[in-house]
């Protein structure tokens, strides 16, 4: 059982910034694609953001472009997410995901391996 643990999530202002982060302990960490979803109630989890294992390639849904940033460090194994100008409909709770990778755009199903989640709740 892979244990990946989020933790930054919290309540913001509309315009405010947070930064979320994902643990993930084992020596594999590099070996695998990562990506953060969310779900806000009533909703289906929906992708955020992806990057490949080595960082060289990410991806965004389009109503966070320019806004978010994904990065991860394989020498501490960890991944964040970096959100800026924040909107109220970004709220909702957000999952760190692993998985083997993908190809063309990343789905929900390239990712078998989640975090518990953190709250983001962002006022307007």
């Known amino acids: 059982q892979v244990l990946l643990v989020e933790s930054g999530g919290g309540l913001v202002k509309a315009g405010g910034s947070l930064s979320l982060s994902c643990a993930a302990p084992?020596?594999?960490?590099?070996?695998?694609?990562m990506a953060w979803f969310r779900q806000a109630p009533g909703k289906e989890r929906e992708l955020v953001a992806a990057i490949s294992w080595s960082g060289a390639s990410t991806y965004y849904v389009d109503s966070v472009k320019g806004r978010f940033t994904i990065s991860r460090d394989n020498a501490k194994n960890t991944m964040s997410l970096q959100m800026n100008s924040l909107k109220a409909e970004d709220t909702a709770v957000y999952y760190c995901a692993r998985g083997e990778g993908w190809g063309g755009t990343p789905r929900l199903v390239d990712f078998d391996s989640w975090g518990q989640g953190t709250q983001v709740t962002v006022s307007s």
């Open positions: 084992g020596r594999t960490f590099s070996k695998y694609a």
